[in-house]
């Protein structure tokens, strides 16, 4: 992946002037210096004119990693090889990061291993009411279900202070 990075300032030339493809490599560089932790939380939106907009969960998101956006900025432009990023704005839009949260996580994952996820998610007192479901298809569905809603519940919980993004 570093390889592919590396040959982007040329690619940068050849295409100066479109604006959706820049955003689409600025995009993957978010992707890849942001991490799964901060990646959850913060996804990219748009860029206009060397400014990009990153959406974020919650408000506390969003004081955290504005303490981090001139680091975030040298990160950038680093792992792209040119200044294509100068000002970073943070907008609070909890539905914008569940929807890339959801599309994130259907794409790490097989539609079998997301399953076992979400089975793993499942409470003893989910379990319990389940049993009450005679039909097994549907009692499996039904488990299914719970499980997928606290996986995607898990990914848009506000973190907590020990999450250490401000070290």
């Known amino acids: 992946m570093q390889?592919?990075?590396r040959s982007l300032p040329?690619?940068?030339?050849?295409?100066?002037?479109?604006?959706?493809?820049?955003?689409?490599?600025?995009?993957?560089?978010?992707?890849?210096?942001?991490g799964d932790s901060l990646g959850?939380?913060?996804?990219?939106v748009s860029?206009?004119?060397k400014r990009l907009t990153i959406a974020v969960s919650s408000e506390t998101?969003?004081?955290?990693?504005?303490?981090?956006?001139?680091h975030m900025i040298f990160l950038l432009n680093a792992t792209l090889?040119?200044?294509?990023?100068?000002?970073?704005?943070?907008?609070?839009d909890a539905k914008a990061v569940k929807k890339?949260?959801?599309?994130?996580?259907?794409?790490?994952?097989?539609?079998?291993?997301y399953n076992e996820i979400a089975m793993k998610e499942i409470t003893a007192g989910i379990h319990l009411a389940a049993k009450a479901i005679t039909d097994k298809n549907l009692r499996n569905q039904f488990l299914l279900a719970a499980?997928?809603?606290?996986?995607r519940k898990a990914l848009s919980e506000p973190p907590a202070i020990a999450d250490g993004l401000t070290n």
């Open 40 to 44: 959850s939380h913060a996804v990219p």
């Open 100 to 113: 890339e949260g959801r599309k994130a996580l259907a794409n790490r994952f097989s539609e079998a291993e």
């Open 47 to 49: 860029l206009e004119k």
């Open 147 to 151: 499980g997928s809603s606290l996986v």
């Open 3 to 5: 390889s592919v990075f």
């Open 81 to 92: 090889g040119c200044s294509l990023v100068t000002f970073i704005e943070f907008r609070v």
């Open 10 to 34: 040329q690619v940068f030339k050849d295409f100066e002037d479109n604006e959706a493809a820049n955003e689409a490599i600025v995009f993957a560089a978010w992707r890849r210096i942001s």
């Open 61 to 70: 998101w969003k004081k955290q990693v504005e303490d981090l956006s001139g």
